[in-house]
């Protein structure tokens, strides 16, 4: 948008200074119109450039929002799995110390029935 509105206020430009040419005499009059044209025609080359610059480098931004968005939408999907792979390991955990206590309950029983049944304490040590 800026780019047009620059472009039209050289046109204007270029118009005022062609009406003052006209009221200039012969060939100072052609030689300034001819300058002025050229310098038009040199800023509009410069900002054709410029517009070109800054749609190469918003394409690029572009391309690089969808990169990182991709990116994100990887470590989102990473970060969900660890979470319920964390969780899965954290239920396994909690199971195998329910088991590991039961099982510590079960021998401490064993031992206090053989200490029970047995008539010395050599006698325990000997069967465990």
Known sequence: MKLIRRLA?????????????????????????????????????????ALAAETRRREAAEL????????????????????ETQAKLREELHRAQQQLAAADLASLEIWGL?????????????TA
Do not use: F, P, W, Y
Request: hydrophobic share 40%.
């Open 64 to 83: 690089r929002i969808a990169q990182l968005t991709k990116r994100q939408n990887e470590l989102a999907a990473e970060l969900a799995e660890s979470q």
């Open 9 to 49: 206020r050289l046109r204007i430009a270029g118009q005022h200074a062609d009406h003052a040419g006209h009221a200039r005499s012969g060939a100072g009059a052609i030689v300034a119109m001819k300058d002025n044209e050229q310098t038009l025609a040199q800023r509009i080359k410069e900002l054709e450039e």
């Open 114 to 126: 053989r200490l029970l049944e047995a008539t010395s304490l050599e006698e325990v040590l000997r």
